[in-house]
């Protein structure tokens, strides 16, 4: 096995840890804050027009 075959295992790891990583923060997020709540866009809104 040569470096670059070692850097594309590795490579895939961390891409594989990412998706875990992502997958647990979005079901993290679905447990702290409702639907509607993640849906709403008012938060930009009143930034944009000062309200």
């Not at 997958?23 to 709403?40: G, P």
């Amino acid at each position: 096995m040569n470096f670059w075959q070692l850097l594309s295992y590795a490579a895939w790891g961390l891409s594989a840890l990412m998706l875990l990583w992502m997958l647990a923060d979005a079901m993290s997020v679905a447990k702290q804050y409702d639907e509607e709540y993640l849906m709403s866009s008012r938060e930009g809104a009143d930034e944009l027009t000062g309200q």
